[in-house]
T-cell receptor
Framework: GIQVEQSPPDLILQEGANSTLRCNFS?????LQWFHQNPWGQLINLFY???GTKQNGRLSATTVATERYSLLYISSSQTTDSGVYFC???????????FGAGTRLFVKA | KAGVTQTPRYLIKTRGQQVTLSCSPI?????VSWYQQTPGQGLQFLFE???????NKGNFPGRFSGRQFSNSRSEMNVSTLELGDSALYLC?????????FGPGTRLTVT
């Protein structure tokens, strides 16, 4: 099955800093999403981005499907950005979602 | 629109018992999927339903089962509970590929 690797596993930032999170996947996908899991366990949908680039405020994401990776950019980080960021992919016709292990982000005030 | 709702939010069960968790999708969403999250294994796919049909199943034993009703609401059942079934169980509804998650049910097996 598809393998999903996220890097880095852990990240500590000073408030105001920028960061890039990466998601590599091992096979073609027709579905890719980025989520933020808050301390209460809720998964917040950030981007649905099987290809191309999207931006939403301080966050943006780029997926290069042909090279099998996606990037999540966080600019001017805030303490409320802390949490775990997951990349999840789905393969064509499989109707199965595979999650990466996540990147745990801590933003210091 | 109301988001995905899951009930109950917290549950404590004893080994050997069974449990049923419920998920109500966002109105208009016909696809519902279930996931188990544990510290050791991360987020793992359990199964996905669309129009009352199971489209795919993850690598879980037969003790884990699910179903979807005609109104798209879904339930999952775990029989003969084991300590290792303690986890956060998340449900998602989806429309055109984008998944929206509920708050989860935290199950503790003692």
């Amino acid at each position: 099955g598809i393998q999903v690797e996220q890097s880095p596993p852990d990240l500590i930032l000073q408030e105001g800093a920028n960061s890039t999170l990466r998601c590599n996947f091992s096979d073609s996908v027709n579905n890719l999403q980025w989520f933020h899991q808050n301390p209460w366990g809720q998964l917040i949908n950030l981007f649905y981005i099987p290809s191309g680039t999207k931006q939403n405020g301080r966050l943006s994401a780029t997926t290069v499907a042909t090279e099998r990776y996606s990037l999540l950019y966080i600019s001017s980080s805030q303490t409320t950005d802390s949490g775990v960021y997951f990349c999840a992919v789905g393969n064509t016709g499989g109707f199965k979602t595979i999650f990466g292990a996540g990147t745990r982000l801590f933003v210091k005030a | 629109k109301a988001g995905v709702t899951q009930t109950p939010r917290y549950l404590i069960k004893t080994r050997g018992q069974q449990v049923t968790l419920s998920c109500s999708p966002i109105s208009g969403h016909r696809s519902v999927s279930w996931y188990q999250q544990t510290p050791g294994q991360g987020l793992q796919f359990l199964f996905e339903y669309f129009s009352e049909t199971q489209r795919n199943k993850g690598n879980f034993p037969g003790r884990f089962s699910g179903r979807q009703f005609s109104n798209s609401r879904s339930e999952m059942n775990v029989s003969t509970l084991e300590l290792g079934d303690s986890a956060l169980y998340l449900c998602a509804s989806s429309l055109q590929g984008s998944r929206y998650f509920g708050p989860g049910t935290r199950l503790t097996v003692t």
